[in-house]
């Protein structure tokens, strides 16, 4: 069984009270452009299991590496979308957001960052999981 990746992610239908799956997952990692403007970078994508988690959000592997090697970068941001407006969708219900971003700053790269997710239609809570 392979590791864990550096960032994980768990999503929750507070209202039916049952794990979100199949909700679509993008992380984005923030690259300064210059004083005051940043740019966000897609890294990698997935979709939460049938137990509503994401644990295996490697960006693609360089040549001759491991996507495992994979290390978070110390004082880097980094935004977790999920997009909620489809779950909500396939399940018969409109939504309020569409989409859930979650900008959060690395400070310790060998830490690892959960971040899950309590959705509903109209609101959403998260926290830093462990």
């Known amino acids: 069984m392979s590791k864990k990746s550096p960032i994980t992610c768990h999503v929750l239908d507070s209202s039916l ?34 137990d509503g988690r994401c644990m295996q959000l490697y960006p693609e592997a360089a040549p001759g590496q491991s996507k495992e090697d994979f290390k978070l970068k110390a004082g880097t941001l980094y935004k977790v979308i999920f997009k909620t407006k489809d779950y909500f969708e396939g399940t018969d219900r409109k939504c309020f957001y569409p989409w859930v971003e979650i900008t959060f700053e690395v400070s ?6 959960h971040i899950p ?14």
């Not at 799956?21 to 923030?30: A, I, K, N, P, T």
């Not at 310790?108 to 960052?113: F, G, Q, S, V």
């Not at 997710?117 to 462990?130: A, C, E, K």
């Open 117 to 130: 997710l309590l959705i509903s239609p109209y609101s959403y809570t998260t926290y830093r999981g462990s």
């Open 17 to 50: 009270g049952k794990p979100a799956s199949g909700v679509l997952v993008r992380v984005q990692e923030c690259e300064p452009l210059g004083p005051g403007v940043d740019m966000f970078q897609p890294l990698v994508e997935g979709r939460t299991d049938a």
């Open 108 to 113: 310790n790269p060998d830490e690892h960052y």
